[in-house]
């Protein structure tokens, strides 16, 4: 998977290419699906005050890895481990409906 966002390396969709095969249309939406769960996860944890900012800077910068560090200041949880949790949640969903 190319990376596109800075928690890419979280989003393990191999399960997800065995159920897919070689369709890349449909990789790329599996994909997108699962970085908008993640991201969606990271904004149930963060504070609400810290959203426009976040969002802000990720916008411009997806790929930076330097969120990471905004987010543990901000985050008391582990995040890796939440993100995890979604991915596998959601890629869960995905296959069930396949």
Same mark, same amino acid.
Request: no cysteine.
């Given at each position: 998977?190319? /990376? *596109?966002?800075?928690?890419?390396? @979280?989003?393990?969709?191999? +399960? ?6 070689? #369709?890349?249309? =449909?990789?790329?939406?599996?994909? /997108? *699906?699962?970085?908008?769960?993640? @991201?969606?996860?990271?904004? +149930? ?6 959203? #426009?900012?976040? =969002? ?43």
């Amino acid at each position: 998977m190319t /990376k *596109t966002t800075f928690y890419d390396h @979280l989003l393990d969709v191999s +399960e997800l290419e065995k159920h897919l095969g070689k #369709d890349e249309e =449909l990789m790329l939406i599996a994909k /997108k *699906t699962l970085r908008n769960h993640a @991201l969606v996860s990271i904004l +149930e944890i963060l504070p609400k005050d810290k959203h #426009d900012q976040f =969002l802000s800077e990720f916008s411009q910068a997806p790929h930076d890895t330097k969120h990471w560090e905004f987010l543990r200041k901000h985050v008391t949880a582990d995040l890796e481990k939440v993100i995890k949790s979604e991915v596998a949640r959601a890629k869960k969903e995905m296959i069930k409906h396949l």
